[in-house]
C-alpha cells in the first residue's frame, strides 16, 4: 500500500522568504504526484502535478515541484511568500498501472504567513 | 463552466439519524469519487464511480456508508444510523476521464461538513 508522508504540519514564514513544504512517499512503483491547497471553508484545488517527463513541475501561483526518484520526495517550493499563500497543503499520490484510482493524502501541512 | 457542487454545505444529524450528501459533479465527467476528512487530516477515499458503476468501495468503513449514482452524473452519499465518529467533511471529486496520468486530473467540490451530536 501507498503512503504519504509530509514532515512539519505547520509552518511558518514571513512574507517574501522561501517557502518549502515537504514530501515523501512510499512506493514500489515511481506513483504519480499531486499538490493540492485548500483554503478555509473550501474545496480542494490543485496547485501541480507530475505523471511523466519533465521532474521539475511549475503550478499555479508560483509554486514548484521537483520529483526525485532516489529520494522518494516531491517537495514544494515558492521563492516569495506571499499573504494569501497561508492555506492547508496536501500531497497526494496515485497508483501507476494498478487500475486503482483513488487518491492517497498526506495528514497536510498547514502554511502560516507572518507579515 | 461550473465546478463540482456539493449540498448540503453543512449538516447537523442526531446520533442515530440517516443523512444524504449530494454531489454534482462537472458536467461530462465520467470519473466521480467520495472522500472523507476529519479534522486536522487528509482526505481518505470512500468509494469510485465510473458512470453509474461504482467499481471500487473499498475505502467505505462500515455497511451504514451507502453510495449511488443511478444515472451515471449526479451522486449521493447515505449514512445510515449516524455515530459521533462520522462527523467529517466529505468530499466529492470528479475526472473527465477514465484512468490515471495527464488527463485524470481530479476536481474538488468544496465539501459537506457533517456534525453528528
Known amino acids: 500500500a501507498q503512503s504519504v508522508t509530509q514532515l512539519g504540519s505547520h509552518v511558518s514564514v514571513s512574507e517574501g522568504a522561501l517557502v518549502l513544504l515537504r514530501c515523501n512517499y512510499s512506493s514500489s512503483v515511481p506513483p504519480y504526484l499531486f499538490w493540492y491547497v485548500q483554503y478555509p471553508n473550501q474545496g480542494l484545488q490543485l496547485l501541480l502535478k507530475?505523471?511523466?517527463?519533465?521532474?521539475l513541475v511549475k503550478g499555479i501561483n508560483g509554486f514548484e515541484a521537483e520529483f526525485k526518484k532516489s529520494e522518494t520526495s516531491f517537495h514544494l517550493t515558492k521563492p516569495s511568500a506571499h499573504m494569501s499563500d497561508a492555506a492547508e497543503y496536501f500531497c497526494a499520490v496515485s497508483e501507476v498501472n494498478t487500475g486503482r484510482r483513488a487518491l492517497t493524502f498526506g495528514s497536510g501541512t498547514r502554511l502560516q504567513v507572518q507579515p | 463552466g461550473a465546478g463540482v457542487s456539493q449540498s448540503p454545505r453543512y449538516k447537523v444529524a442526531k446520533r442515530g439519524q440517516d443523512v444524504a450528501l449530494r454531489c454534482d459533479p462537472i458536467s461530462g465527467h465520467v470519473s466521480l469519487f467520495w472522500y472523507q476528512q476529519a479534522l486536522g487530516q487528509g482526505p481518505e477515499f470512500l468509494t469510485y464511480?465510473?458512470?453509474?458503476?461504482?467499481?471500487?468501495k473499498s475505502g467505505l468503513p462500515s455497511d451504514r456508508f451507502f453510495a449511488e449514482r443511478p444515472e451515471g452524473s449526479v451522486s449521493t452519499l447515505k449514512i445510515q444510523r449516524t455515530q459521533q465518529e462520522d462527523s467529517a467533511v466529505y468530499l466529492c471529486?470528479?475526472?473527465?476521464?477514465?484512468?490515471?496520468?495527464?488527463?485524470?486530473?481530479?476536481?474538488f467540490g468544496p465539501g459537506t461538513r457533517l456534525t453528528v451530536l
Open positions: 471529486a470528479s475526472s473527465l476521464v477514465v484512468g490515471t496520468g495527464e488527463r485524470n486530473t481530479q476536481y
Open positions: 507530475y505523471t511523466t517527463g519533465a521532474t
Open positions: 464511480f465510473q458512470n453509474e458503476a461504482q467499481l471500487d
